[in-house]
Nanobody, 125 residues
């Protein structure tokens, strides 16, 4: 079992920045692919960004490319998401997720079996 705990959500104005963190419970998370998803009530969960296991690279949804940056702090078993140039449409609950090894579809929610509890991001215009 892997437990994931998100932190860092909050409120920002359009054009501002926030940083989200996701702490994994395993001593070594490098074998896990990890990703960020977001969800607005009444809509499907949307993949935002992902980090492949074993340092295999990153992947971004078109809607956040160039604005969000995903990274890992291996020493702390933590995944980060830097959100820059925020837009009101980025408002959502953000979830981190993890799975062992490399998924076939990196931003598909069904590929991940470990999830955090979510953290709210609200962007005002």
């Amino acid at each position: 079992q892997v437990q994931l705990v998100e932190s860092g959500g909050g409120s920002a104005q359009a054009g501002g920045s926030l940083r989200l963190s996701c702490a994994g419970s395993r001593y070594d998370m490098s074998g896990y692919s990890m990703a960020w998803f977001r969800q607005v009530p009444g809509r499907e969960r949307e993949g935002v960004a992902a980090s492949y296991s074993g340092g295999g690279g990153t992947y971004y949804a078109d809607s956040v490319k160039g604005r969000f940056t995903i990274s890992r702090d291996s020493a702390k078993n933590t995944m980060l998401l830097q959100l820059n140039s925020l837009k009101p449409e980025d408002t959502a609950t953000y979830y981190c997720a993890a799975r062992w090894a490399r998924p076939a579809r990196v931003l598909a929610p069904f590929e991940y079996n470990y999830w955090g509890q979510g953290t709210q991001v609200t962007v005002s215009s």
